[in-house]
């Protein structure tokens, strides 16, 4: 068992939809869940840290976590165009590295 | 510079040949990781340094493999004898302490031939 799993995708939402991207992990010790953005051919870009319970929202963008189910999911409002690109799940179980999922690819189409 | 600078951008090699990949971490970071990650896939962990010293580098593959920081912020990672299939991107990420937010350079392209 992979210690995060998420699907594959792609993804297509159109613009202005809500998208949805979820993910599970496998050390119900885990405290800390970050969501990374990732370009084609770039490197991996922080978008939410979330630590506790409940949701955590930044702009259009809000993270969800139930530590009780193990799973973190990441909301984003009024998708657009520039928003295509693979979103990375990462957890951090041991205080010392970060295991990421293999990513799910989003497309929103205009 | 304020974001994790990573030298080269690219490199290729050939097939045996020992490669050095650079590192510098953003300011007063004290936690330094290097993962690698091949196409369609999530960056997988190589080794973490807290410090000056490699506190988990259960990530690296092989003893080809080694990476130093000796004065606790630039870091490098050896590949020694490369084969192709070390062919990958090689990210570097610091954060300023275990736990919190980790911020990636752009990463080091390596090819093997």
């Known amino acids: 068992q992979k210690e995060v799993e998420q699907n594959s995708g792609p993804l297509s939402v159109p613009e202005g939809a809500i998208a949805s991207l979820n993910c599970t992990y496998s050390?119900?010790?885990?405290?800390?869940f970050f969501w990374y953005r990732q370009y084609s051919g770039k490197s991996p870009e922080l978008i939410m840290s979330?630590?506790?319970?409940g949701d955590k929202e930044d702009g259009r963008f809000t993270a969800q976590l139930n530590k009780a189910s193990q799973y973190v999911s990441l909301l984003i409002r009024d998708s657009q165009p520039s928003d295509s690109a693979t979103y990375l799940c990462?957890?951090?179980?041991?205080?010392?590295?970060?295991?990421f999922g293999s990513g799910t690819k989003l497309n929103v189409k205009p | 510079g304020a974001g994790v600078s990573q030298t080269p951008s690219n490199k290729v090699t050939e097939k045996g040949k020992y490669v050095e990949l650079r590192c510098d971490p953003i300011?007063?970071?004290?936690?330094l990781y290097w993962y690698r990650q091949s196409l369609g896939q999530g960056p997988e962990f190589l080794i973490y340094?807290?410090?000056?010293?490699?506190?988990?580098d259960s990530g690296l593959p092989n003893d080809r493999f080694f990476a130093v920081r000796p004065e606790g912020s630039v870091s490098t990672l050896k590949i020694q004898r490369t084969e192709r299939g070390d062919s990958a991107v090689y990210l570097c990420?610091?954060?300023?302490?275990?736990?919190?937010?980790?911020?990636f350079g752009q990463g080091t392209r390596l090819t093997v031939v």
């Open positions: 050390d119900r010790g885990s405290q800390s």
């Open positions: 990420a610091s954060s300023p302490s275990q736990n919190t937010e980790a911020f």
């Open positions: 300011s007063g970071h004290t936690a």
């Open positions: 340094f807290q410090g000056t010293g490699a506190a988990d």
């Open positions: 979330i630590y506790s319970n």
């Open positions: 990462a957890v951090n179980p041991f205080f010392n590295k970060f295991y």
